[in-house]
Antibody, heavy 121, light 107 residues
Framework: QVQLQESGPGLVKPSQTLSLTCTVS??????????WSWIRQHPGKGLEWIGY???????YYNPSLKSRITISADTSKNQFSLKLSSVTAADTAVYYC?????????????WGQGTLVTVSS | DIQMTQSPSSLSASVGDRVTITCRAS??????LNWYQQKPGNAPKLLIY???SLQSGVPSRFSGSGSGTDFSLTINNLQPEDFATYYC?????????FGPGTKVDIK
């Protein structure tokens, strides 16, 4: 059973960089064919996919956020991370990490519990 | 980007009812449509994948259908634990997108 757990600061100041880590247990992030995503949900709103890192290390980002995102992985710790730069209040959201076992035609079958990040001075 | 819409945005139903939620894509997505259930304070949970396949462990009262641009999620014999928000999500394009959600609450 794959489990994911987000961690990171719950409060970030405007213009700073939001940094979150997802720790994966019960499965290796280096497993062939696995895509590891970040998804966010603004308060009371719907879901927005942010980007993924593939098991090979390649990444793909939502074009609407691409200029501010970096997703990386630390295979030795079985973790992957999100950095979102130049944050504003509009980046206040619950951030989830999730896994897909494929992309085209895939789905998010495992999710972390989510972590609320508030952008405020 | 492929845009997803859902209807209704909310509905009220009673235990034992049959409920149907629809989802429409802005272009054909074949059968690459997934459904999730989200309860307050929890992460979304995968219910249905590729339009009609039931995720392991999900009760059989949940079913999905559709292809192309029009899809539906049906819940038969609605149970108290089914009151939640339901999202559709397409996985046809490289950029996955979600519908805005349908909230099912108690009448």
């Amino acid at each position: 059973q794959v489990q994911l757990q987000e961690s990171g600061p719950g409060l970030v100041k405007p213009s700073q960089t939001l940094s979150l880590t997802c720790t994966v247990s019960g499965g290796s992030i280096s497993r062939s064919g696995s895509y590891w995503s970040w998804i966010r949900q603004h308060p009371g709103k719907g879901l927005e996919w942010i980007g993924y890192i593939y098991y090979s290390g390649s990444t793909y980002y939502n074009p609407s956020l691409k200029s501010r995102i970096t997703i990386s992985a630390d295979t030795s710790k079985n973790q992957f991370s999100l950095k979102l730069s130049s944050v504003t209040a509009a980046d206040t959201a619950v951030y989830y990490c999730a896994r897909s076992s494929s992309w085209y035609g895939g789905n998010f079958d495992y999710w972390g519990q989510g972590t609320l990040v508030t952008v405020s001075s | 980007d492929i845009q997803m819409t859902q209807s209704p945005s909310s509905l009220s139903a009673s235990v034992g009812d049959r409920v149907t939620i629809t989802c429409r894509a802005s272009q054909s997505i074949s059968s690459y449509l997934n459904w999730y259930q989200q309860k307050p304070g929890n992460a979304p949970k995968l219910l249905i994948y590729t339009a009609s396949s039931l995720q392991s462990g999900v009760p059989s009262r949940f079913s999905g259908s559709g292809s192309g641009t029009d899809f539906s999620l049906t819940i038969n014999n609605l149970q108290p634990e089914d009151f939640a928000t339901y999202y559709c999500q397409q996985s046809f394009g490289a950029l996955f997108t979600f519908g805005p959600g349908t909230k099912v609450d108690i009448k």
